[in-house]
């Protein structure tokens, strides 16, 4: 950004609008007199060259609990200006804190046309294997946290960021300060952390062979270390290779009535415009700690709502769990103690 | 420590110091592991002598004389402080906890948290009416909708409002005092909302939609009450991102919507071709209503408009012919009066009262910016 100032200065030195940097200030012109200093100083670490196209699947040392590097780190995680223009940071999709804005985004890597849900990354450090297909997994938790970054945002930064590489180091703070974002915790338990009556039934139902949700998703709610995933890929009927190229079941998120009506989907008039194409049927098991804050589900963000991941409107019947036999109120009960993780 | 028996083995020492009572969660005091404050909100006395910083990161307020411009306190309160509000008797500060789902009464005489509330699920936003009687706290959690009515004298909660759609982020007042403005920034949503609510009844009396919208942040009523303006941002997820050409992945505006039934909602550009305002947050606009400040958080600045233009905009133009403009790259300079570089993450801005001078809270570099309005 210090090259911003010089941009500015540039700009308004052609006359395009009314800002002068310090020290060549007009009468009147808006400016700043003071800086008041609230806490420690801080600046961010030079740039440093970045990482040239092949050395980026180089795999940076990492060092989690360096809190200047977790700083630095969360500083290019909010910071717009090393994207080109300033247009946006890893905020604008992953929100500030590392959570969701819940929007599905087509970056590319695996195919144009095949729309991602934007992950929540708290607690990512957990859990390997990366992205939705999970085609960055590695037993090594810290690689795949790496690869991840790389492929996100690091492998053709141009693609995406229209900007240039992170430098080793950069890649290497942002890492670390993914790595130090806890999960939150749900607010839907009771104040002692114990679980209601309803969240107790919907445990009961979650734990049920003939249900079988833990047979991917194991886990004790006890332990706090529990992750309700078996960190494998599984075909649970989301994938959608659909019909001429088109995903085949209307999650509602997507505008199939503008592909019927013969409008282009990707018009920008359309209300909900993604239509995606699926190359694989089978995606990582997701966390589900933090459920209830992370946005919509399944890798396409083809579930609204957490009743629409069990209740079979946006899957092929039955592979997501066995939830078809069940009542509503059992239903209801599921997801109560899904809120609860 | 009752509350946090479930995770408690992984929280750290510096987040248990600070104390305070559970909030709706179980688990409390996870964040980002720092020693830095990162001041993310910022708020004036009713005077404008004290400014009140709350720190994010620091689990703190830190109070700053405005005349001398000097720390004079702070105060410990729960964790993760994202927003504050002043009684107007300048006798109570009510900072938002929004990890630990608490509201913090400090007692400013004391320098001391007299209160701690318990609110819904990640309050980040707090608004007092003008008798001083009420506070309106903002819920954001991803499933989470309400605006949790506080009655400040009992320092107790009485009532929550239900918004129409989940993580209300933030309100304002309308300055007859009748009607909140809830901007909610639902996760999923690329159509987000605004609702106008009554205060006597509680309800929703209208739900207005800023059409492709994400990461709503801030809002803020004109002086005359006929407007509100929001900041955020526009995803242009409809698109694969190699298609994307200038202003297609995303775009920077402010939404002015008409406060009156069923009024226009105009979406106006802050980018300008190779500068955009990454990451539009707080707001604040001077009490006349002249100038409309905009902190930039991703592009370390505060940018300055001309209200008097931008509303000269919003009432010359059809809703139709608005919506062309939301992406035109040269539109800015309308209604642009300055884009001020300040320290690094600005988040949030508040005024002086006379609306001489604008503060920004700047996240990264632990400072506050002192800027000079064109208000003389
Ligand atoms: C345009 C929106 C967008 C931006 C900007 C963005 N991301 Fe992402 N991110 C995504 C999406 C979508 C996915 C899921 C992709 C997939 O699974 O194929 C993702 C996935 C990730 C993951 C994998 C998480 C996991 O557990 O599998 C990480 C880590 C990540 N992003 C970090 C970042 C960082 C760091 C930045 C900034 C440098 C960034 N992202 C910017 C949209 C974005
Ligand atoms: C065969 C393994 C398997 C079983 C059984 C299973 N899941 Fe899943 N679950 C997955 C996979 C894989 C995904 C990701 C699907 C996708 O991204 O399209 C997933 C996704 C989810 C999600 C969405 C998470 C997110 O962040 O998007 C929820 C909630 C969930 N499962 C709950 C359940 C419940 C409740 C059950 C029992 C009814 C269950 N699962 C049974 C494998 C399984």
Request: hydrophobic fraction near 35%; proline fraction near 5%; charge should be negative.
């Amino acid at each position: 950004m210090r090259s911003g100032i010089k941009k500015i200065g540039l700009v308004a030195a052609l006359g395009l609008f009314g800002v002068v940097t310090t020290g060549q200030l007009m009468a009147g012109t808006p400016q700043v007199v003071a800086t008041i200093q609230t806490g420690p100083e801080w600046e961010p670490l030079p740039r440093a060259e970045p990482l040239t196209v092949p050395e980026v699947h180089y795999r940076v040392k990492h060092s989690p609990y360096k809190s200047e590097l977790v700083r630095y780190g969360q500083f290019q995680f909010n910071d717009a200006s090393w994207n080109l223009q300033g247009e946006y940071s890893c905020a604008s999709c992953h929100y500030e804190r590392g959570q969701t804005t819940g929007l599905i985004w087509d970056l590319g890597d695996e195919g144009w046309g095949s729309w991602k849900n934007t992950k929540y990354i708290r607690g990512g450090r957990y859990l390997p294997p990366f992205r939705h297909e999970g085609f960055t997994g590695h037993p090594d938790e810290i690689v795949g946290a790496t690869s991840s970054l790389d492929r996100v945002c690091g492998r053709d930064p141009g693609f995406v960021f229209r900007s240039e590489n992170f430098s080793p180091l950069r890649l290497e703070a942002l890492i670390c300060y993914i790595r130090a974002l806890e999960f939150t915790g749900s607010p839907f338990r009771n104040a002692d952390g114990s679980l209601s009556d309803a969240q107790k039934r919907g445990e009961k139902i979650f734990n049920d062979p003939n249900v079988g949700c833990a047979e991917c998703h194991p886990g004790d709610v006890s332990d706090p270390k529990a992750l309700f995933s078996d960190a494998q890929t599984h075909d649970v009927g989301t994938g959608r290779v659909g019909v001429k190229g088109f995903r085949s079941t209307p999650g509602k998120v997507f505008n199939l009535k503008a592909l019927e009506a013969g409008e282009d989907p990707y018009g920008e008039e359309s209300d909900t415009p993604i239509i995606g194409l699926d190359l694989v049927k089978e995606f990582d098991t997701p966390t589900l700690r933090d459920i209830y804050a992370s946005g919509t589900y399944f890798h396409d963000g083809s579930a609204r709502l957490l009743i629409d991941t069990i209740n079979n409107t946006v899957n092929d019947k039955d592979m997501h769990g066995r939830t078809s036999h069940l009542t509503a109120q059992e239903m209801q009960d599921l997801v109560e103690f899904l809120k609860a993780l | 420590m009752k509350g946090r028996v479930w995770l408690g083995a992984a929280v750290v020492g510096a987040v248990l110091s600070v104390g305070g009572v559970s909030g709706a969660g179980f688990i409390q005091g996870t964040h980002v592991k720092t020693d830095l404050p990162g001041p993310f909100h910022i708020t004036t006395s009713p005077d404008g002598g004290t400014l009140y910083i709350c720190n994010q990161s620091g689990h703190s307020v830190t109070f700053v004389d405005a005349r001398t411009q000097k720390v004079t306190g702070e105060v410990s309160v729960g964790v993760q402080p994202e927003a504050s509000a002043m009684t107007p008797d300048n006798a109570f500060l009510f900072v938002c906890n929004a990890e630990s789902d608490s509201v913090s009464v400090i007692d400013i005489a004391r320098k001391q948290v007299v209160k701690e509330i318990k609110v819904g699920d990640w309050p980040s936003g707090i608004r007092i009416t003008k008798d001083g009687r009420t506070a309106y706290v903002a819920c954001s959690g991803c499933m989470w909708n309400t605006i949790d009515v506080i009655d400040t004298g009992k320092m107790e909660k009485t009532r929550s409002i239900y918004t129409s759609d989940y993580g209300p982020r933030t309100l304002d007042i309308s300055p007859d005092g009748k009607t909140l403005a809830v901007i909610n920034d639902t996760v999923g949503s690329i159509n987000r909302s605004v609702n106008f609510i009554d205060v006597d009844t509680g309800r929703v009396t209208e739900k207005r939609v800023i059409r492709e919208s994400a990461n709503l942040r801030d809002v803020i009523y004109t002086p005359d009450g006929q407007y509100v303006v929001v900041t955020y941002e526009t995803p242009k997820n409809w698109l694969p991102v190699c298609e994307a050409e200038n202003g297609q992945v995303f775009t920077n505006n402010i939404a002015v919507l008409e406060t009156k039934a069923g009024g226009k909602v105009a979406r106006l550009p802050l980018d300008e071709l190779n500068n955009y305002d990454g990451n539009p947050y707080g707001l604040a606009m001077d009490p006349k209503g002249r100038y409309l400040y905009i902190g930039i958080r991703g592009m370390h600045r505060v940018t300055i408009l001309d209200m008097g233009k931008v509303l000269n905009v919003v009432r010359g133009n059809s809703q139709s012919e608005l919506d062309y403009l939301r992406d035109d790259l040269g539109f800015v300079r309308e209604y642009l009066v300055a884009r001020v570089t300040t320290g690094l993450g600005p988040s949030s801005v508040c005024l002086s009262p006379d609306g001489k001078y604008c503060y920004a809270a700047n996240y990264f570099s632990n400072n506050v910016s002192v800027i000079r309005t064109p208000v003389d």
